[in-house]
């Protein structure tokens, strides 16, 4: 029903950005989040920014001031500026719908280094 494709993710220099794009097709309509979550190499995976359907965002304290996350018709974005190392991981889109079910994507490779 819903599928979630990840793109925009690669190699990229300590400060530099990239954006991330999430492409959702299914009910878009009926869902109350979308966010995109983290996962480094040996860690869990964590939310790094989150937004509702009335337009509210919440972000992990790692990445505000840097990361943006941003909506439009069926698709989520990640604007990531200031790269770190830290930020190295697999980047995961997921959507809620309004009845709180959970809907992931396979996920696309960050990897910031020298």
């Known amino acids: 029903q819903v599928q979630l494709v990840e793109s925009g993710g690669g190699l990229v220099q300590p400060g530099g950005s990239l954006r991330l794009s999430c492409t959702i097709s299914?009910?878009?309509?009926?869902?109350?989040?979308m966010g995109w979550y983290r996962q480094a190499p040996g860690k869990q995976r964590d939310l790094v920014a989150s937004?509702?359907?009335?337009?509210s965002t919440n972000y992990a304290d790692s990445v505000k001031g840097r990361f943006t996350i941003a909506r439009d018709n069926n698709n989520v974005y990640l604007q990531m500026n200031s790269l770190k190392p830290e930020d190295t991981g697999v980047y995961y889109c997921?959507?809620?719908?309004?009845?709180?079910?959970?809907?992931w994507g396979q996920g696309t490779q960050v990897t910031v280094s020298s």
């Open positions: 997921s959507v809620s719908n309004v009845y709180n079910v959970d809907y």
């Open positions: 299914g009910s878009a309509f009926r869902f109350a989040a």
């Open positions: 937004v509702t359907s009335g337009g």
